[in-house]
Nanobody, 125 residues
């Protein structure tokens, strides 16, 4: 079983930055494609970014491209999502997710097998 624990959320002002972390345990971290999703109140879970097992491939949603960046360190069993120039519409719960294969760009919740509990990001304008 794979456990994912997110951290780094908080309440910030528009224009600020945050770094979200997701630490993975239970299975070899390097086996997994990692992704970040977010969910605003009353809305569906939305893809933000994904990164391949060795970090060589990344995918970022058009809605956050240029502001969000994903990276990972397999030695630390951790994936990060860097949120820059935050906007009020970025408010929501951010979830980390894992899947063991990158057959095509994984950008839907059903593409992922394991999930963390989420971390809240609130952006005030």
């Amino acid at each position: 079983q794979v456990q994912l624990v997110e951290s780094g959320g908080g309440s910030v002002q528009a224009g600020d930055s945050l770094r979200l972390s997701c630490e993975v345990s239970g299975r070899p971290f390097s086996n997994y494609v990692m992704g970040w999703f977010r969910q605003a109140p009353g809305k569906a879970r939305e893809f933000a970014a994904a990164i391949s097992q060795n970090g060589g491939r990344t995918s970022v949603a058009d809605s956050v491209k240029g502001r969000f960046t994903i990276s990972r360190d397999n030695a630390k069993n951790t994936v990060w999502l860097y949120l820059n120039r935050l906007k009020s519409e970025d408010t929501g719960v951010y979830y980390c997710a894992a899947v063991s294969a990158w057959a095509s760009v994984p950008n839907k919740p059903d593409d992922f097998d394991y999930w963390g509990q989420g971390t809240q990001v609130t952006v005030s304008s």
